[in-house]
């Protein structure tokens, strides 16, 4: 016993109980909530000067030496690298915000950066992070209602010059500015292309039917939608036909040569007569599969693997043109646009998996390179956009402002229905957020009306990027909105600073947009106050360059 004693003495008693191990990092309470906070506004300032029609461009250097020169918040955020976790959260809700709706990435970002800033005083009250959720999902429900109710208008599909306004809102803060006009014309063509009702429901797959295809040289005029499709191929045979008007068009899936083995194949071969035959047999399977083919009296055979010679001569004798190793996404366009089926063995094909609506197929050389087109389809269902401009990076930054407009397009035949740009929507659900706070009893209409003063901070914005006097112009436009019911559409036009009436200027986005927005931020910063704790765990020092089973007490082997 006693000598128990001595020994638990000696021990020192019971020390510190380390239970993380050594090499985790744990911050939590107050110093994460600011941290996130801080990251998240930091995120929210790279984007800042990318909003609105006199927005800044930002060059990024990729570690591969490329240069992207944008001023779309997604593909900004795409080549930054962050660290913080909070961080990384910003750029993915860019992301999202890109894939569902298309446009508005950089609002999304600056609003849920403020949407942030605001909870911090709240923090500091020491009031309760899920106070401040509360009061701020309550708004995001409230801010929803009232866009639909209050602030959205009904618009007519019909209309194309209604429809070109809120396209043209979207380009207008783009590269693209210049030639919003064609740039409308080839968005509102394309969408319309593409779009397939199948019984009474609506699909429109921008991502996989629209094809742009970027050609380097001559100008930016030159671009337009085909009435069909284009793909980068020649013809596989030179003295095949070049030109045919109203092919009849067949689409494979299958090998017009002879099956090879999977791996190596070994014939054992007795006689040479042998040898001849297995060549015979080869030959008569490609002419079997010809003559099923030709039997059809295709003129134009499109393939997406491989034509041998003897194939190829086959059909030249017949005066068949083949086109051969079409990538698979455009053997689908080509299907769409001329009403084609594609076959997967030739000895399937019937009369109506021949494809009868194209008008043309030519092939024709633009720069270095020949280009196979089919056009002047009837009532394709696919189209390719054809942009031509001065150079490889213009290019790229157009593409990418097209994909904008191609997607406001869409969300307009999918939901049709408005609300005006330029601050204007976001200054109204401010002012009726702020009104709906007083009826809110206890701590909560605090959040609730920081969330209406973080919504101001998009024609805060507008009003900075273009030089105009913030304070007052703000000042100005919320008494507008707090005066009467017919100034809704009040707004910050982008160019000039002015206080305007958007409805006369034309500046409209779809609802879609703007209520993807709203959610997609306000959920982030609600996400993003929840945590209180952050365990990151970092690797032991040197272990990186060993693999598992090295270290133990041998030497490391000379490199």
Same mark, same amino acid.
């Given at each position: ?5 001595? =020994? ?13 191990? +050594? ?7 107050? $110093? ?83 949407? @942030? ?14 106070? %401040? ?12 209602? @009232?866009? =639909? ?5 009904? %618009? ?10 809120? /396209? ?17 014309? %080839? ?5 319309? *292309? ?10 429109? &797959? %921008? ?6 295809? $970027? ?44 099956? $090879? ?50 194939? +190829? ?65 009837? &009532? ?14 213009? @290019? ?38 702020? +009104? ?7 701590? *909560? +209409? ?10 101001? /901070? ?11 006097? *913030? ?5 100005? @436009? ?82």
């Amino acid at each position: 016993l006693i000598h128990f004693y001595k =020994r638990s003495k000696m021990m020192g008693g019971p020390g510190p109980i380390m239970v993380l191990s +050594q090499n985790t990092k744990r911050d939590s309470g107050k $110093k994460v909530q600011m941290g996130n906070i801080s990251a998240g506004k930091t995120i929210g300032d790279v984007v800042r000067t990318c909003l609105g029609p006199r927005a800044m461009l930002k060059m990024l250097m990729d570690p591969m030496g490329g240069i992207v020169m944008t001023n779309d918040g997604n593909a900004i955020l795409r080549e930054i690298t962050v660290q913080h976790p909070a961080a990384k959260t910003m750029i993915e809700i860019a992301r999202t915000q890109d894939e569902e709706v298309g446009d508005g990435t950089t609002s999304v970002i600056v609003l849920a950066a403020e949407m @942030l800033g605001v909870s911090q005083q709240f923090l500091e009250e020491k009031m309760h992070p899920t106070i %401040i959720i509360k009061a701020y999902r309550q708004a995001l429900e409230d801010a929803a209602e @009232l866009l =639909r109710e209050k602030v959205s208008t009904p %618009i007519d599909l019909e209309d194309q010059e209604q429809m070109r306004k809120v /396209i043209q809102s979207c380009i207008g803060t783009k590269f693209i500015a210049k030639w919003s006009d064609l740039a409308c014309n %080839i968005a509102m063509q394309a969408v319309k *292309t593409v779009s397939v009702d199948e019984s009474g429901r609506k699909e429109i &797959d %921008i991502k996989r039917y629209a094809k742009v295809e $970027k050609i380097p040289g001559g100008s930016i005029e030159d671009s337009r939608v085909l009435r069909g499709v284009m793909f980068n191929k020649d013809v596989t045979h030179p003295k095949m036909k070049r030109r045919i008007e109203k092919p009849r068009i067949l689409l494979l899936d299958c090998n017009l040569e002879y099956k $090879k083995g999977e791996s190596q194949t070994n014939i054992e071969i007795m006689k040479e007569e042998d040898f001849s035959k297995i060549l015979e047999q080869e030959e008569n399977y490609i002419r079997k599969i010809c003559d099923e083919i030709i039997a059809f009296k295709p003129d134009l055979v499109i393939t997406e693997k491989g034509v041998s010679d003897l194939a +190829q001569h086959f059909f030249n004798k017949a005066g068949i043109t083949a086109v051969r190793r079409l990538r698979k996404s455009d053997n689908l366009r080509v299907a769409r646009a001329c009403g084609a089926t594609i076959v997967n063995r030739t000895d399937e094909i019937s009369e109506e998996d021949i494809g009868t609506k194209a008008g043309l197929f030519e092939v024709r050389k633009i720069g270095d390179e020949y280009f196979t087109f089919i056009e002047e389809c009837e &009532d394709p269902k696919a189209c390719t956009i054809l942009l031509r401009g001065a150079s490889k990076d213009i @290019l790229n930054e157009v593409e990418r402002n097209l994909q904008d407009a191609l997607n406001v397009a869409r969300n307009l035949y999918m939901e049709p229905a408005l609300v005006p740009g330029g601050g204007a929507t976001e200054m109204e659900v401010a002012h009726l957020l702020t +009104q709906k706070a007083k009826s809110i009893s206890g701590v *909560t +209409q605090w959040p609730y009306k920081a969330v209406a003063s973080a919504l101001e /901070i998009i024609p805060r914005t507008l009003a900075q990027n273009c030089g105009a006097n *913030t304070i007052r112009s703000l000042t100005a @436009l919320r008494a507008k909105h707090a005066h009467e019911e017919s100034h809704v559409n009040w707004g910050i036009n982008g160019e000039t600073g002015e206080l305007e009436d958007m409805s006369k200027l034309g500046i409209w986005e779809p609802l879609s947009v703007k209520l993807q927005v709203y959610k997609t931020s306000i959920e982030t910063a609600i996400l993003l106050l929840r945590i209180d704790d952050i365990v990151s765990g970092s690797k032991k020092r040197g272990d990186e360059a060993q693999g598992p089973a090295v270290d133990h007490g041998a030497p490391m082997p000379e490199a």
